[in-house]
């Protein structure tokens, strides 16, 4: 049908989505130009007139609505006995494709399902009577709103003892009962619903196994809970429902909050224990540089100069003479620094047991220069004999008589 005219109002340009009972298309509206979204019901089921009554009238009550998530419906009418229904074109995806695409967040399906509730809430108090809803006619919007573009014919009945027919309370359990599949099924990307009809007997155990592989970031708790809470939308046990839309948005709200709060306490949680770790492993780096370091330094050999080493005795040595203890064990060549010296030193032990003692690790120890207080002493030395001299009385007496004969010369 691409290029062909609709009573001369709208040109067909491109398929849209198709379903069992409607082929969708967009088309360009002759009289403004813009692009409107054409649906147009199957031949195999035009020739219903009972399928097409029903179309009638829920398009009729659809288009009564005015809600920000309910699509616009422009025109109703009948091309070729098949009746069709032109809304605007809303930018966005079919949630049903989405959901076999992406995995939705809870956020994200959370926002959704509460704007679906705002519109069956809003229908309910309208007195639409078929309200029910296929995903693949709801659009998410880039803003991760949703709209409704029709209601759809009821294809799943609720069946309960108290209620044979249909009235207001079994139409909200009804619209209930449709959002909790509809949460699983953005949650767990697939039915609870069998193919042949029915709720899976099993669902609850299905939800719980696809929460952990789908949506790991949510504790196994907080699991159990969206299930608890998916439980009071499908309970066969009705005292254990919710009773109406309030309840059920309150409820979900306050599960997203509480696994939020969570949420975010974890992460922060992770965050400090992330900085403490970093840090530890900081500090644990630079003491093991520094043990490298030290580890290194003593194992490397000491290069000794005449200018800058010295030796340093150690118990029992054997030889006074620096040039020949050098070469002895139990001593060792030192770097100096100033008037101090850092020294590889062995432990103390006997002469007998010295051979013993070298294969044990190097201890460093602090100890003086001797060439440097050597030679202060020396200079002392000689400063002290220079002194002596002067005391002698020899020096004394012919200092005396020298100055008696200044004193008889120059009277």
């Known amino acids: 049908m691409i290029g062909e005219i609709i009573n001369e109002k709208y040109k067909i340009e491109s398929v849209f989505s198709e379903s069992h009972m409607y082929e969708v298309f967009t088309a360009i509206e002759a009289a403004t130009g813009h692009t409107v979204v054409l649906k147009l019901m199957k031949e195999e089921m035009a020739i219903n007139e009972k399928r097409v009554k029903i179309f009638s009238e829920e398009i009729k009550n659809f288009a009564s609505l005015s809600h920000p998530n309910i699509a616009e419906i422009l025109d109703l009418d009948v091309f070729d006995e098949r009746p069709y229904v032109v809304s605007p074109l809303v930018e966005g995806k079919e949630l049903n494709l989405i959901m076999k695409e992406e995995v939705l967040s809870l956020p994200d399906s959370v926002k959704i399902i ?158 400090q224990m992330s900085m403490a770790s970093h840090v530890v492993d900081v500090l644990n780096n630079k003491i093991n540089n520094t043990t490298t370091i030290v580890a290194k330094a003593a194992e490397q050999p000491v290069k000794t100069t005449k200018s800058n080493t010295v030796s340093a005795s150690l118990k029992n040595a054997k030889s006074d003479n620096p040039s020949t203890s050098k070469n002895e064990m139990g001593f060792a060549e030192t770097a100096v620094d100033g008037n101090l010296a850092l020294a590889v030193e062995n432990d103390e032990v006997s002469e007998d047991s010295l051979n013993v003692s070298m294969g044990q690790s190097p201890k460093l120890k602090l100890i003086k220069n001797t060439k440097v207080a050597k030679t202060k002493n020396k200079k002392s030395s000689e400063w002290a004999e220079d002194r002596n001299w002067l005391k002698s009385p020899v020096v004394l007496i012919g200092m005396a008589l020298f100055v008696m004969v200044l004193l008889i010369l120059f009277w």
């Not at 159990?224 to 839309?245: D, G, H, Q, S």
């Open 114 to 271: 509460q704007d679906l509730a705002a519109v069956l809430q809003y229908a309910s108090d309208h007195k639409v009577e078929n309200r029910n809803i296929n995903l693949s006619n709801v659009i998410r919007k880039k803003d991760g709103h949703i709209t409704v573009l029709s209601f759809s014919l009821p294809r799943l009945k609720l069946v309960t003892a108290a209620s044979v027919k249909r009235n207001e309370n079994s139409g909200i359990q009804a619209d209930l009962y449709f959002l909790g599949t509809a949460l699983y099924e953005l949650l767990a990307g697939k039915s609870p619903i069998r193919k042949i009809g029915g709720l899976h007997e099993l669902w609850d155990m299905n939800l719980e196994k696809d929460l952990r592989i789908r949506h790991p970031e949510i504790e196994p708790a907080h699991q159990k809970k969206i299930v608890e809470f998916i439980r009071k939308t499908l309970t066969r046990e009705m005292n254990l429902r919710f009773t109406n839309y309030e309840d059920f948005l309150k409820g979900l709200a306050d599960l997203a909050g509480n696994i939020r709060q969570a949420n975010i306490k974890n992460r922060i949680s992770s965050r």
